[in-house]
């Protein structure tokens, strides 16, 4: 709204003031192209996914942040199917006199990745192996950043571990491998113990009782 225009009225009371804003918007710049480029190389159905219902459409109001998230959108929907270093630049051109803009998202999708060599740090008790078994993310598995994030939470989650992290290993990846390495950083949980105990008492005969 680039002709927008606030007023501020005061009203002052015994032992209070009271302030209004007094907004006029005004003709919003609205968005009259969105122009996604940059994915050729992608099937259609891939293309359709990655820019489906994007939270910016020719049409809406031009909002900045939007348009970012638009971005955003797009380059975590492309790490999520294979594309590691995937990421979207933004252009726009806006025209005060007409109140139109025109907005560009191209994006780089890179190269298409597996999951390669997983490195695990941190356990003690539990062999690398059985880390690996409760991840999503797996050697030879395409790349997906959501599969970090679920192979995060499974550790998490299974009580071996009071700390689990899961993330690309930079110091073996470079931009345009088609396998990526993953660093896991875990903290083991403490063991448990159990403990029981039976017991008698004349009301109500024999008594057990457990605790960890």
């Known amino acids: ?18 302030i209004t804003f007094q907004i006029t918007e005004g003709k919003p710049i609205r968005v009259d192209s969105l122009a996604v480029t940059g994915l050729d190389s992608l099937d259609a159905a891939l293309r359709k996914a990655v820019t489906v219902d994007l939270p910016l459409q020719a049409g809406d109001v031009f909002n900045r942040m939007l348009m970012r998230a638009a971005a955003d959108t797009m380059s975590r ?18 025209h005060h006199e007409t109140k139109t803009a025109e907005v560009t998202l191209n994006a780089v999708p890179g190269v ?19 880390v690996v078994r409760l991840m999503e993310a797996r050697p030879g598995r395409l790349y997906s950043q959501e599969d970090l994030y679920a192979s995060q939470r499974n550790l998490y989650n299974s009580d071996h571990f009071r700390l689990a992290s899961v993330t690309i290993d930079t110091t073996r990846f470079e931009v345009g491998d088609d396998s990526v390495p993953l660093q ?18 004349t009301s109500d005969c024999i008594r057990a009782n457990s605790g960890l």
Not at 10 to 17: A, D, K, L, T, Y
Not at 112 to 130: L, T
Not at 186 to 200: D, H, I, K
Request: charged residues 25%; aromatic residues 8%.
């Open 1 to 18: 709204f680039p002709d927008v225009q606030v007023d501020t009225l005061v009203r002052r009371e015994p032992g209070s003031v009271s």
């Open 112 to 130: 298409r990745a597996v999951v390669g060599v997983v490195h695990v740090a941190g356990n003690e008790k539990i062999d690398s192996a059985s």
């Open 77 to 94: 929907r492309l790490r999520d199917r294979g594309y590691p270093s995937a990421d979207v630049f933004i252009s726009f051109v806006s």
């Open 184 to 201: 896991v950083q875990v903290t083991e949980s403490p063991p448990f113990r159990a403990r029981a105990g039976l017991g008698y008492g």
